[in-house]
Every structure is written in C-alpha cells, then in structure tokens.
C-alpha cells in the first residue's frame, strides 16, 4: 500500500534531497519550500531513514483537512487512529508549525492536538498517554496554512542528522546533512582528493568517509518507526542486512583535515574515532594560510570562522584578505567551496566567486561560495578592483 511522506531538509537543498529520495524509490516525488513531499511504501520509509544523507526526517502524512478554529483542527486530530499506530504506554510530544495562519496561539493549538490524542486513547483504551517534551517515543508534527492543517506522525525520532556518534562538539557544530549537501554541491567524487583546512569537529571529514566507504548515515542509530504497532521487522532486517553487507571497510582515503587550533584537531580525532573511520582521513594540526596543498588538485570544501559576536568582524576582515592569498599561493588546480553566512566578509578574499548556493544554516542565511583555482583565472583585473 502506498503511503503519503515528507522530509524537511535545510532550506537551499530540496532538489538534491529530491533525488536522492527518487534513487531510494520513492515515486510521487515533489521539492517544495523546506522540504520533499514523496509516497511509497513503508519500506521505502525505511530505506529513506537509513539512506539518506540529507533528509531531516521523515514525516508519515496521516490526516490532513480544513479548519476555520482550534475546535475544527481537535475534531480533526481526535478522528485519527492513533491507537493502530501506538500505545499508550509511548510517550508523546506535539510539534506545530504555521505559515499564514488566522490563529492567534499555536501553543493553544498544540495543547487542542494533545487533548485530541489523549481523548482518543482514553476512549478505546480507558487510559491517557503521558506526554515528554525532552525524549518522547513518538512525536506528532502539525502543518498549518491559511485554512487546511495536516498531521503527521515523525518515523524519524531523533533528526536524521544525528548520525549516532560525534560526542565531542564544537560551539557552533554545522549539521551533517548541511555538510552533505555541500558536498554534493561540490561535485566531490569518491577518489578525489578532499580537504578540510578548518576541520572544527569533522564533520565534512567524516560525512564524505562515509560516503567514500558507501556507509549509510542511519546504521549506528535507531528510528522511531521501529516503535510502531505495524512496524515489519523483517522487511526492515533485510534493508539493514542489505546495507550492512554493501558496507566497504575502512582503508586510507584521499580525505584530510586540519585546523590550526589543537583542540579542534583533538575533537575531529575523537569523532573520526567514534565514527571507526580514524584510519581513513589525514589529520594533523596546521595553518591554513601557510599549508600547502596534499595533491595537485582536488576538492576543498570549509566552514570558516564567520562574525557573529561583537568584535569579530574586525578582527575577520584582516583574516579573509589572507585567505585569498593563500588559495592563490597553495591551491591552484583545486575546487575550493567557502560556507559564509556575511556576504561582505567573502567578497575580502579578493577572488571572483564562480558560483554562489544560498543555503540556510538552521535560521541562519548563508551562500557556499565556489572557487575554481586554476593560475591566472581568478585574479580580478585592476579596472574591477578599482
């Protein structure tokens, strides 16, 4: 039977997510704003949760209507089955999120939504379920435009850029489905050289291993889908079994990092570790703007240090000049690929930009800026400069 879903990624990422989800199977597949809306059946959820490298989840659409009050979305919510899908004994939680809508509170609308699946369960069952806002079993999401609503239950649990290891964090980790989606962008290919030079946690190093060795992102983690009354556990052991035997071993790879702060060199090693990919990348402790290149060409895709505390834009407004000295000094016959969330700040680096992705960073706007270092091309002439 087929089934309706949604997978909200980071904004600027719909058409990859699209396609990878159409590789996966999914048929019906449509990018909208924030998101692929797709359907198929539950093994094709299953493979999506497991296989994809930048889906945020994935969402089972299983009620959808008009409303014109809190009271119409609550007849809406209650009419669900939810007990085919739970028990009471799972603990919930209620996400909204609105665009256009007339209601004044959707804090009132999640509580309306609560009261609606608890009176579901009271009814067939005599008993309430308990709700948990900090680890719930099951987690109900609710869409609201001008005048329709749809539920839907989460198949995901946690989202799906919690891979299951990365303990050590820095202060302001880039996602790892982020970081895939640049990769993507990138045009890197398993085989090509890849660096980091301002590797912060790993996680460009260790997303692209796993890509490298054909790893699938979900295999150190469980879903929420797992949960579920009508869960197939045997359709789901045989697309892990499939993934597991597909699995390359760890080995050397073209892949390297650095940073020029020792704890941040630390903490990549920890997670590389973590990850059992140690072997796998070059990782030492090194300046950007003095190293030198590991190949004659290849990717290098970074999230640098961007202002947003008083004080650092002054400060990285002297760095982002050197930046553009180094890449004409050390890494001609390379791609390099900058995230940024200021765009002035790129603009110092004193290089033509060849292409510009805007993506968001969570809430935060940002653009990847491409740099195609071949000698000679990117130097602005002088009328340019003036």
């Given at each position: 039977m087929s089934e309706s879903f949604f997978s909200?990624?980071?904004?600027?990422?719909?058409?990859?997510?699209?396609?990878?989800l159409t590789a996966l199977g999914a048929r019906d597949v449509e990018a909208t704003h924030g998101g692929v809306g797709f359907s198929g059946d539950w093994q094709t959820c299953y493979r999506a949760n497991l296989e994809s490298r930048?889906?945020?989840?994935?969402?089972?659409?299983l009620a959808q209507g008009r409303y014109q009050s809190e009271e119409d979305i609550y007849r809406l919510a209650y009419g669900a089955t939810w007990a085919k899908w739970f028990t009471v004994d799972d603990t919930i939680r209620i996400y909204v999120t609105a665009k256009q809508s007339p209601l004044r509170s959707l804090e009132f609308v999640t509580l309306k939504i609560k009261d609606a699946v608890c009176d579901h369960f009271r009814t067939v069952t005599g008993k309430r379920p308990s709700v948990d806002t900090a680890?719930?079993?099951?987690?109900?999401?609710?869409?609201l435009t001008r005048d329709r609503v749809t539920l839907y239950l989460d198949t995901s649990g946690e989202p799906l850029y919690k891979r299951g290891y990365k303990p050590a964090a820095v202060e302001a980790p880039l996602k790892e489905?982020?970081?895939?989606g640049i990769l993507r962008i990138s045009g890197w290919q398993p085989g090509e050289a890849l660096i980091d030079p301002m590797c912060g946690s790993g996680t460009f190093l260790i997303e692209a291993a796993q890509i490298a060795l054909d790893i699938a992102p979900g295999l150190g983690r469980s879903f929420a889908f797992e949960?579920?009354?009508?869960?197939?556990?045997?359709?789901?052991?045989?697309?892990r079994k499939a993934a597991e035997v597909r699995r390359k071993s760890p080995r050397p790879l073209r892949i390297y990092g650095s940073d020029v702060v020792g704890e941040q060199v630390r903490r990549s090693r920890v997670n590389l570790q973590a990850a059992g990919l140690a072997d796998c990348v070059t990782l030492d402790r090194a300046d950007f703007l003095a190293r030198e290149a590991p190949a004659a060409e290849g990717v290098m895709v970074t999230n640098p240090p961007y202002g947003v505390r008083i004080g650092e834009a002054e400060e990285l407004a002297a760095l982002y000049p050197q930046f553009g000295d180094a890449l004409k000094k050390h890494w001609s016959g390379w791609r390099c690929y900058f995230l940024s969330a200021d765009p002035a700040l790129p603009k110092l680096i004193g290089l033509k930009a060849s292409k510009r992705t805007p993506l968001f960073n969570g809430a935060l706007e940002c653009?990847?800026?491409?740099?195609k270092m071949i000698a000679g091309s990117n130097r602005r002439k002088p009328a340019e400069e003036a």
């Open positions: 909200p990624c980071p904004r600027g990422l719909e058409p990859m997510l699209a396609e990878e930048i889906a945020t989840r994935v969402m089972w659409r680890n719930p079993a099951v987690r109900i999401h609710a869409f489905n982020l970081a895939a949960r579920f009354r009508h869960f197939d556990g045997a359709a789901w052991a045989a697309i653009r990847v800026f491409e740099y």
